[in-house]
């Protein structure tokens, strides 16, 4: 079973911009596709990025072009840098890889 550590959520204003890192334990991440979902304030649960074991990636066009995804395999960590974040970028963050979720971190972006 593989452990997932999501970190570096928080409350930034608009524009602003926070990195997110998902750290990972029990297997090698950059075997398989690492994602980055996330759940708004009632909405559902959504994807907004992933990234293989090639290193292709995938955005949501929500975010695609402020948010960029990458890994780092000397860690065994998956990041998400977020930039020019907006009010509806907030909600909580996870972090999946095969059938495992870490726990979460919010992310608040206020207007």
């Known amino acids: 079973q593989v452990q997932l550590v999501e970190s570096g959520g928080g409350l930034v204003q608009a524009g602003g911009s926070l990195r997110l890192s998902c750290a990972a334990s029990?297997?090698?991440?950059?075997?398989?596709?690492v994602a980055w979902l996330r759940q708004g304030p009632g909405k559902q649960r959504e994807l907004v990025a992933y990234?293989?074991?090639?290193?292709?990636?995938y955005y949501a066009d929500s975010v695609k072009g402020r948010f960029t995804i990458s890994r780092d395999d000397t860690k065994n960590t998956v990041y998400l840098q977020m930039n020019s974040l907006k009010p509806e970028d907030t909600g909580v963050y996870y972090c999946?890889?095969?059938?495992?979720w870490g726990q979460g971190t919010q992310v608040t972006v206020s207007s």
């Open positions: 999946n890889f095969r059938r495992d």
């Open positions: 990234i293989i074991f090639d290193d292709n990636t």
């Open positions: 029990g297997s090698d991440v950059g075997l398989d596709t």
